[in-house]
C-alpha cells in the first residue's frame, strides 16, 4: 500500500536537517489553521433572532400570576428581517414568560434596599489607557457603587425590580467620590541629644522626636522617632553594678486564710523550707549573714520569736474585732431581707473561728492588765451612766425617732447596708535583673533591706444595684397631640457601692418621652395672643421735626398711627374665638412665653377723614320783588332775593354752611310778571312803507324765579305796551338799533350810589335835506335809566353751630351702658339737637327777625341720635411675677413681686372711668433653702494594719506600727442638713469622698508631732513676722533624737506677706449708654415715634483691674475701685431734612383750557444722624422740590368789551349830502367777565387776542335815498365735518328803504368752509393725572388725584368746553380718583432689653450686652432704623480661680531600683486673668474655696498613679505626648471634607547598646476630633555653603518638620561638577558648572570650562540719584539655568540704566560705545596679526618699558607672554638662523620672568582668551 501524501511530506520533511525541519513544520501548521479559520467564518449563521422589550404584565389578579410577551423575529446579520424559517427553530427564544402583576397596594409590601457604598475606585483604573497624573495635589477622581434591590418589607427577601420601578425609579447605583491624595507621616524635628546613659563605659545618647501628623489615605509610615548614639564617658575604674533590684507590680487584694488552714500548711510547708535550706548553696548564707541573721545565737533567736507572738497576738485581735462587726453587720443586713452570698457566710464563720484562736493565745496578755483596764472600764461605764440619765428622754415618740434615726446612721456607716469594706493585703514580687533584662538570684544584688512585699488593701467590690423600679406618672397630665411632649422616669436603688476599684455603678435613672392619650387626662390649657383695643388714631407722631416745631397740632387728618397692647391668656375651651364680651372681661394676663407663635402687631397705620369745607356758588343776580309767601299776599310786604347754591358738601353737614339767601325788603311785590322775550317787527302806521309806527311785544308769564308759567297766572299783571318805533323813508336820518341794556353800575341804590343802566344807538346815514327827518343831535343817541334802585339793605338768617346731642325727656331712655368697642358703636336712643337762629343785616350785625324773610328761617331743632355709653375695661390682675431663687447669691436686699392689668377698652361717651392703680406690687415672701445635696464624711477610724499572718516574716514585724489603712463613712445630706437618700447625691451631687486613706502607725522609736497651727495674725501689711508652731505627742517628749529642732522644728517664721495693689483700665470704652429713665411714654404706654429719647448725654465705662505686687489679679476693692472708669459722651440727635414752606401756586399757564399750576419748597437744612430724609429733589440743583397739578382756566373768564362805534368821520366830505367814504372807531378793552357782567378791566394778554373785535372799520357812508343795511349779522356755522364744497352765510337787514331809482345792496354774504380757518372740528383733551392732593392739614394718607378735560379745536387751540358740549362728544373720562401718600413712618424701637449676664464669670473678657428690636420698620420718608442694635459694657472684672495639677514628680519605685513604683501630684489653686496670654499664678487654696474641685472640667481628680522606674540597660517607652491640634485635610487652604484628626505618639529610649535589639515598638494613636485647622507645608532652602545647602519642610505655623511636603518638587541640596572645581575662588554652581566666588569673575576657555578666577576690578559709574553703580560682571551663561538668581547668589547679578530720568542718554553710555569700539578694533587686528603671524619666535623684551611686557608664543605653549610688534620688526632669515638659540632663550624667561614691577600686568578683563 502506498503512505498517504501527507505522510510522504513528513517522511520528506524529516529527512531534511532538524532546523530545517521544523522551521517547515511550524509553517505547515500555521497554513492549517488559517484555512480552518477562513472555513469558520464563512460557515457563520447569516440568519439570526432578535427580540423586543417585554410588554406590560397582565393578568386577572394582582401578584406573581400574570404574563407578558414580546416580539420576535428572524433577521439577517445585516439587519434586514426575512421568514422565520431561515432562522433555527431550536435557537428561537420564548415570547411569553411569567410575571409579577404590580397593583397599587404593593407599594406597602416592596420597597427598595440600599446597600452600603463601596469602596471609591479611581476612574483612571476604570478606563485603561488614562496614565494617573504624576503628582496628586488635591485628589483623584472616583466612582463607588452600591447594590439596590427591591425587597419585601416583611421579610427582606429579593423580589424582581420591576415591582419597585412601578412605584418609584430605581436609585442610583454609582456616584462621583473623591480619592484624597496619600499623606505621609509628618514628625517634628528631633530634640537635643540627651546626657550619657552612663557615666562610665559604653552607654548610649538619644534623641527623639514626636509625630505631628498620622499617615493618612495609604502616605508613608512614620520613620523613626528615636536616634542613638554611642558615648563612652570614661572608663569604668570598678567592677561595673550589672545587677538591679527591681520591684514588681503590687498583686491583687486578697483576704489572709483562717487560722486553721495556715496551720494545716504549715508543717508541710517548714518542711518544704527545711528541704530548701539543705540544698541552698553557701552564697544564700553569705547573703543571710549580710542581712545580720546569725542561726547560731539562739537567745537572740529565741527572743525574737517572743515578740514577734505577741505581736502577732495583738494585731490579730483587732482584725477579728474588725472581722466579728463585719459579720455582725452582714448577719444584721440578712436578718433585714438582704441574704448575702453563702461565700462571705462560710468566710464570717472560719473569722470567727480565728478570731477564737487568737484569744486563746493572748489570754496571758490579757490577764496582765486587767486590774488596770478594770479601772479605766469602772470610770468609763459612770461617764457613760451620767450622759445616759442626763440625754434620756422621757417621751417615748422621741426615743423611738432617736432609734430609728440611729438605724438610719448605722446604715450609713462601714459595715451596714451599702458597705461591704473588708481589709486585706496585696504582695508584690522582688527580683534581681541583671542589665541584660534576665533574672537572677536576689543575693546577687547588694541592698541593705529589701523593700515591703505587702501592704493593706481594701478588698474590692463591684457596684451592686436592684432591678429598675417602676415608670413614675408622666410628668404631663394633660391631653395635647400637638404640644411638648412630658417624660416620665424609673430608678434603680444601690445595694452595694463599688470599693476599692470596682466596677462603677450603671445609670440609676432612665427617662422617656411621654403624653397622656385620648381620654386619660384632660385637655392642656392652650394659651393664644390677645390684644387690647386699638388707640386713638394719631397723626402727630408722623410729623418731622419741623412740623412739631410749627406748634398748633390740633385738627390733623390723613394718614395716622395707632397702637395696642399685646398680652398672653389662657384660652377658653368652649370658645376658642374669644369673641364674648364676658368671655374678655375673664381673661388673664400670663406670662408671655406660654403663647407660642408670632403675636400680633402692635402698631398699624390709620386714616382720619380730613373735613371738607362746605364749598358754595356764586351769588346770583337779584330776583324781583315778590311776596315772601305767594300763597298768602295778606302782606303787602315784599322782598327781593338773591340765592346760592352748595357745590361740594361738607363731612359734617351742611349746617356749617354759609347762608345761601339773601333778602333785599322792596315795595309792590309781585309773584308772577310779565317778560318781554321780543319786540316784533317795527310796522309803520296807516300801512305806509315808512315813518312812525309800533312794535308789539312778545311777552311770556314768569315766576319770582324766572321760570316760566302759565300765563292765566300773570292776570294781576300789567301788560307790556307796544312800543312806537319808526320805519325811515329814504331822505331820512337812518339810526341804528339800540344796542342791549349795559350791567348795572350797582347792585343797590344808597344816599350815594344808584344803579344806571345805559344803551346807545349811532347815525348809519344823515337825512338829505328838505323833507327828511332830521338825525337827532348826540345827547338822544343814548338813554339811561335806573337800575337796582333798591336800598342797600341786605338782610340773611345766620345760624349757629349744632349743639350737644342731648337725650329727649318726651322719649322713654334707653342709653344704658355697655362695653362694645369702637368699631360697633351701638347708637341706642334719639336724642335732640339746638341751635341759635338770628336775622343779621349786612355789614352792621344783628337785627330784629322781622327784618328778614320768615318763610326762609333756618331750623333751630333737630332729632338726633345718641351713641352708648362705653365705660372703661381692665383685664383682671396678672398672677404675681415670680421671686428669684433665694440660692442666688449676692441678693441682700428684699426681692419684690408685681403684678398688672391693662386696659382693653377706653371709656366714652359718658361712660366709667378708668382706674387710677394699674400696677401692684409686694415684698416676697421669706426665703427658703434652694433643693440641693451634698456628702457629709464622718470620722476615720483607727489604722489597721496588714494582718500579722502576712507579716509576721517581715524584717520589723515585732511592732505593731508602720503603714496601714483607716475607714470612714460617708451619708448623704440636704442643702439644709436633712437626710437624704445616697442615690441623690451620686446623681446630683459631687463625687463621693474617699471612704479610705492610707495611714501610718507610729513605732516606738518614731517622732511623733501634732499638726502644724494656723499661722499667726499681722497686725499690718508688710510689717513684723507671723509663726506657726506645733509640739511633740507621747513619748516623743521624753526621746533626746525628738528633741533636734534641725530635724523636728516646733515653730516656723515667716515675713508678713507685702500686699500691695494698683488698678489700672483694661480693654475698649464701652457704647455710650444713656442713663436709665430717660424715656418718655404716653398713656397706656403706647410709644410715640421720636418720644423715647435715644440721643443726649450718656457715659461709657471702661473697666478697671487690680493687681497685686505680684502682678497678679485680685479682687477690684482692694484697689480702693468700684470696677469702672466712667466717663461723658454724647449721642448725637438726629435732625430731619428741613424744607421752606410751599411757595403760593402759580397763575395757570393757560388762560383758556388746560395747563399747570406749580408750587415749590426750598432746601433748608439736610438731614444728619439719621433724620428723615428729603424727598426727591430737583435734579438740575438738588435744593427744591416741586408739585405741578393740572389747572384748567375758563375760557369766558376774559373777554373783550367794544364800546359803540363813533361818529362817522367821512375823509370826502360832500358837505352838500353828507355822505361817501369814512372811519368810524371805537374804544377795545379786556375786561374781566363775572355773572353780572364785565367788571373791571385787565391787561390785554389775558383776553385772546384771535377774538379781539375791530377797533376801526374804513367804510362808505350812504347818502341821501340810498338803501341803509343793518350791522352784518354773525356767520352761520360750518357744517361739520368741514368741506370746502359747503359755505357759511351771514345776513343784514334795510333800515331804509332806497329811494327812487335805487337799489339795496346784498344782504347775504357767502364764503367756503375752510378748515382750521373758518371752519374747525372739536375733540375732548384729557390732562395727567395730577399729584395725590392731600387736605392742608393731613401729612399723608387718603387724598384724590384730579386730571382736567379741556376742549381742543382741530387746529390745537384750547376753547371753551361748550363747544364740545355743544357737538355732544361723548365724556368717557373720571375726572377724580382716590389715591394714596405714603405715610412718613419712622422706625420704631422696642425699649432695651434688660442686661443680659455677663458671658464671662471671671477675667477681663467679660461684657454686658442689651439688645432692642425694630417694632415698626421705617416707610415712606420715616426716619430710618439705627445701626446699633445692641450696646454693650464691661463686666466687673473677677479674678479667676482654677484648680490646677502639678506636674508630675519623678517615678520613684520604693525601696528598689528599678520596677514598679508611683508618681505623685498636687492639686492647686491657680488665679488668671482668662484671657489666656497671661500665665497662672499660684494663690492660697482658700481663694478656690466657691470654685468646684475640678481640673479642666474633670470632677475627678487623680492625684498619684502607677508608674514604671527602668531598670539600668532597659529599653522602654515614654509616656505618651498630649493630644496634638486637630488637622484638617486642606489644599490652598481649602477643607476638603474628610474631617479632623488629631494624635499623639511615645518614643523608645535605650540605655545600653546591648539591648537594641530587644526594644519595643514605637507607638502612634490618632483618633477623630471637630474642627480643626489647615496646615500647610513648603520646602524652605539655605544659602549655599560649598557643594550643599540646607533644605528642609516647614508647616505654614513655622514649625520645621520631617515629612509633609511633595518629594517630586524638593530642591536640591547637593551639587557637584564634572570635572571638580579645583580652581582657587571657584565653586560649583546650581547649572553644575564651575563658577567663582563673590568678588571674583571667571575666566573661561574656548570649550567653556574655567580656566581661573580673577578679581574684579572696582568700577565706579556715577548714577542720578548720586549713588554707587553696580559693578557688572561676566560670568558663563548656561541656557538651562533660570533668570532668576539663586539663593545665596544675590548682588552677583544687576542692570545698568543707560537712561537718566529725564530720557536721554547719560554720559557714561557714550563712553562705553567708544570703548567697545576701541576693543573690537583691537580684535579685529590681533585676530589679523594671529593668523599671519603663524609660528613667532619667543622674544625678551629689549626694554623696560612697561608697553613691551608681553611676547610671541609657540602655539604648542600656554604660559609665555607675547607681543605682535616685537614680532613684526624680526627678519625671516634671523628666524630660520637663530631658532635654536631663541628657543632656549624662550624657556629661560619662563623660569625668571621680568624683575620690574612695572612689568607684572594684572590679566585682560575679557571673556575669551586667544590660545
Known sequence: MGLPGGALLLLGVLKQTPCLFIWKLSLLLFSIWALDAQTTVETKALYIWQTGPWGRCMGSECGPGGSQSRAVWCAHSEGWTTLHTNCDQAERP???????????????????????????????????????????????????????????????????????????????????????????????????????????????????????????????????????????????????????????????????????????????????????????????????????????????????????????????????????????????????????????????????????????????????????????????????????????????????????????????????????????????????????????????????TLPVTFQACVVPRDCDVTEWSEWSACSKQCYDPSGAKGERTRNKKVSQFPIGGGAECPELEEKEPCSPQVGEAPPCIVYTWKTTEWTECRVDVLLSQQDRRRGNLTGLCGGGIQTREVYCVQASVDAPNLSSLRTREGLRPVDSELCSGVPPNTTQLCHISCPVDCEVSPWSAWGPCTYENCEDQSNKKGFKLRKRRIINDPTDGTGNCPHLVEAIPCEDPSCFEWLVVNLEECVPDNEKECGPGTQIPQVQCVNSDGEKVEKQLCRDAILPMPTICEVPCPKDCALSPWTPWSFCSHTCSGKNTEGKQTRVRSILAHNAGEGGLQCPNVSALQEVRSCNDHPCTVYHWQTGPWGQCIEDSSIPSTNASVGRTRSSDALCSVGMQTRKVICVRVNVGQVPPKKCPESLRPDTVRPCLLPCKRDCMVTPYSDWSSCPPTCQKGSKAKSKQHRKRLIIQLPANGGQDCPEIMTQERECESMSLCQGYRWKTHKWRRCQLVPWSVRQNAPGAQETCGPGLQFRAVSCRKLDGGQADIEACLQLGTPMPPLTQLCHLPCQDDCQLSNWSKFSTCTADCVGVRTRKRILVGKSKKRDQCKNNQLFPLSETQYCPCNKYNAQPVGNWSDCVLPEGSRMESQLGMRVQGDIKECGQGYRYQAMVCYDQDNRIVETSRCNSHGYIEEACIIPCPSDCKLSEWSNWSRCSKSCG???????????????????????????????????????????????????????????????????????????????????????????????????????????????????????????????????????????????????????????????????????????????????????RAVCGYGIKTRMLDCVRSDGKSVDLSFCKELGLERKWQMNASCVVECPVNCQLSDWSAWSECRHTCGLAGKLLRTRTVIQAPQGDGRPCPSQMKQWKPCLVKPCYSWRYSPWSDCKSEGARCGEGMRFRNVSCFVSDGSGQQDSSLVDDELCGDVELSVDGDKQIILQEPCTVPCPGECYLTEWTAWGPCQLSCVSGDDLGFGSVQVRSRTVVAQDPENLLECPEQELEARPCTGGTCFEYKWRTGPWRGSSRHVWCQRSDGLNVTGGCLAAVKPMADRSCDPPCTKPWSLCTEAGVCGCEEGYTEVMTSDGVLDQCTVIPVLEIPTASDTKADVKTIRAFSPIQPAASAPGRAGRTWFLQPFGPDGTLKTWVYGVAAGVFVLLVFIISMTYLACHCGRCLCHKPRSDSPSDGAYWTDPSTYTVPYTCPACQKLEQAEFNRQQQQQQHQCAASLQQPPSSPQQALPPPHVETLIT
Not at 494545716?264 to 528541704?275: F, G, I, Q, T
Not at 496571758?364 to 457613760?384: I, L
Not at 364800546?1203 to 361817501?1220: A, H, I, Q, R, T
Not at 354773525?1274 to 343784514?1292: F, I, K
Request: a positive charge.
Open 1154 to 1336: 388746560s395747563g399747570v399750576k406749580v408750587r415749590s419748597k426750598w432746601l433748608r437744612e439736610k438731614p444728619y444722624n439719621g433724620g428723615r430724609p428729603c424727598p426727591k429733589l430737583d435734579h438740575v440743583n438738588q435744593a427744591q422740590v416741586y408739585e405741578v397739578v393740572p389747572c384748567v382756566s375758563d375760557c369766558g373768564q376774559y373777554v373783550w368789551v367794544a364800546e359803540p362805534w363813533s361818529v362817522w368821520k367821512v375823509s370826502s366830505v360832500d358837505l352838500k349830502s353828507n355822505c361817501g367814504e369814512g372811519v368810524q372807531t371805537r374804544k377795545i378793552r379786556c375786561m374781566l367777565n363775572t355773572i353780572d357782567g364785565p367788571s373791571e378791566q385787565v391787561e390785554d394778554y389775558l383776553c385772546d387776542p384771535e377774538e379781539m373785535p375791530l377797533g376801526a372799520r374804513n367804510s362808505r357812508l350812504p347818502c341821501p335815498e340810498d338803501c341803509v343795511l343793518s350791522d352784518w349779522g354773525t356767520w352761520s356755522a360750518c357744517p361739520l365735518p368741514c368741506s370746502e364744497n359747503t359755505t357759511r352765510v351771514r345776513v343784514a337787514y334795510p333800515l331804509r328803504r332806497p329811494g327812487k331809482e335805487k337799489k339795496c345792496p346784498s344782504t347775504k354774504e357767502t364764503e367756503p368752509c375752510k378748515i382750521n380757518s373758518n371752519c374747525f372740528h372739536y375733540s375732548y383733551n384729557i390732562t395727567d393725572w395730577s399729584t395725590c392732593q392731600l387736605s392742608e
Open 94 to 448: 420564548e415570547n411569553q414568560q411569567s410575571c409579577f402583576r404590580v397593583c397599587d397596594w404593593h407599594k406597602d409590601l416592596y420597597e427598595w434596599q440600599l446597600g452600603a457604598w463601596n469602596q471609591c475606585v479611581p476612574v483612571m483604573m476604570r478606563s485603561g489607557g488614562v496614565q494617573r497624573p504624576a503628582v496628586c495635589t488635591r485628589g483623584e477622581e472616583g466612582i463607588q457603587t452600591r447594590e439596590v434591590g427591591c425587597v419585601q418589607r416583611a421579610d427582606g427577601e429579593p423580589a424582581q425590580d420591576a415591582i419597585c420601578e412601578y412605584f418609584e425609579p430605581k436609585p442610583r447605583q454609582e456616584q462621583a467620590c473623591l480619592i484624597p491624595c496619600p499623606r505621609d507621616c509628618v514628625v517634628s524635628e528631633f530634640s537635643p541629644w540627651t546626657s550619657c546613659s552612663k557615666t562610665c563605659g559604653i552607654g548610649l545618647r538619644n534623641r527623639i522626636r514626636f509625630v505631628l501628623a498620622p499617615p493618612l489615605f495609604g502616605g508613608s509610615a512614620c520613620p523613626n522617632l528615636t536616634e542613638f548614639q554611642t558615648c563612652q564617658p570614661g572608663l569604668c575604674e570598678g567592677e561595673d553594678n550589672l545587677y538591679s533590684l527591681r520591684v514588681g507590680p503590687w498583686g491583687s487584694c486578697s483576704v489572709p486564710l483562717p487560722r486553721q488552714v495556715r496551720q494545716a500548711e504549715k508543717p508541710s510547708r517548714e518542711n518544704s523550707k527545711r528541704s530548701r535550706e539543705s540544698d541552698k548553696p553557701a552564697k544564700d548564707g553569705n547573703k543571710q549573714s549580710r542581712d545580720g541573721v546569725t542561726p547560731s545565737k539562739g537567745g537572740e533567736k529565741q527572743a525574737r520569736e517572743e515578740r514577734k507572738k505577741k505581736r502577732m497576738r495583738d494585731d490579730e485581735k483587732q482584725y477579728e474585732e474588725k472581722e466579728t462587726k463585719s459579720t455582725e453587720g452582714e448577719e444584721k443586713v440578712s436578718r433585714n431581707g438582704n441574704k448575702p452570698p453563702s461565700g462571705n457566710r462560710k468566710l464570717g464563720r472560719a473569722n470567727r473561728k480565728q478570731g477564737k484562736a487568737f484569744r486563746q493565745a493572748d489570754r496571758p496578755k490579757r490577764q496582765k492588765k486587767v486590774k488596770n483596764k478594770a479601772k479605766e472600764d469602772k470610770m468609763r461605764e459612770k461617764v457613760k451612766g451620767r450622759i445616759r440619765e442626763k440625754g434620756k428622754p422621757k417621751d417615748p415618740e422621741t426615743r423611738e425617732l432617736i432609734k430609728r434615726r440611729r438605724n438610719k446612721n448605722r446604715q450609713n456607716r462601714p459595715g451596714g447596708k451599702f458597705w461591704d469594706l473588708q481589709v486585706g493585703y496585696q504582695t508584690r514580687e522582688v527580683t534581681c535583673v541583671n542589665k541584660s533584662g534576665s533574672i537572677e538570684a536576689l543575693s546577687l544584688c547588694s541592698q541593705e
